[in-house]
Structures are given as structure tokens and as C-alpha cells.
Nanobody
């Protein structure tokens, strides 16, 4: 089993910045293939924000390009989301996601964090 622990959410004014962190851990040895962030606004569906592969390839939602940056430290099994120029429409619960290979069992898993709330006031 792999667990994801997120931190860094909170309340910020429009135009401000926040940095989210997500750390993966397990009692088993695992490799990370992709880590990323998704978000779900009140009444909305979960949507992709940004992902990053083990090779460093990134993918961003159009709505956050140029404002958000996803960074990784896969040696620490951690991914970050630097969010700048925040807008009220960025308000959502942000979920960390990881697709991993558990070495001991050769199982591919997709894991979700518990979510962290980001609120942007106007």
C-alpha cells in the first residue's frame, strides 16, 4: 500500500501564491511513474491541474498554464505545486495523485491523497 500526504492548502487573496506539497510513502519499495495534482471545485467534477513524469515531462491544464508550476523530487518521493497569481476560480480541493510500480509485487497502483482545500478570496 502506498500513502500520499498533502500539505500547504489554505486561504489566500487573489493574486497571491501558495505551495502545495505531496509526499508518498509505503512499507514496500516502489517507483513513481507519474505524480500530479487534480482539483475539485464545489459542485464540480475533479479535473487535472498538472502532472509530471519520472522523466520530468509536465502537463498542465490550460487554465493554469503560466501561473502554476509542478516540481518533483522523486528521490524524496515528493511533488510540489507552486501556485502564483491565484484567482477566485482556483478555489477547490486539491488532490495529489500518483501512479506507481510496487517493486516487491510488480503491481501498478494509482493512489490518491485525502485532499487539501485552497480558497482564493476576491
Amino acid at each position: 500500500q502506498v500513502q500520499l500526504v498533502e500539505s500547504g492548502g489554505g486561504l489566500v487573496q487573489a493574486g497571491g501564491s501558495l505551495r502545495l506539497s505531496c509526499a508518498a510513502s509505503s512499507g514496500s519499495i516502489f517507483n513513481i511513474n507519474v505524480m500530479g495534482w487534480y482539483r475539485q471545485a464545489p459542485g464540480g467534477q475533479r479535473e487535472l491541474v498538472a502532472t509530471i513524469t519520472s522523466g520530468g515531462r509536465t502537463n498542465y491544464a490550460d487554465s493554469v498554464k503560466g501561473r502554476f508550476a509542478i516540481l518533483r523530487d522523486f528521490a524524496k518521493k515528493t511533488v510540489y505545486l507552486q501556485m502564483n497569481s491565484l484567482k477566485p476560480e482556483d478555489t477547490a480541493v486539491y488532490f495529489c495523485n500518483a501512479r506507481v510500480l510496487v517493486i516487491t509485487s510488480l503491481r501498478n497502483l494509482e493512489v490518491w491523497g485525502q485532499g487539501t482545500l485552497v480558497t482564493v478570496s476576491s
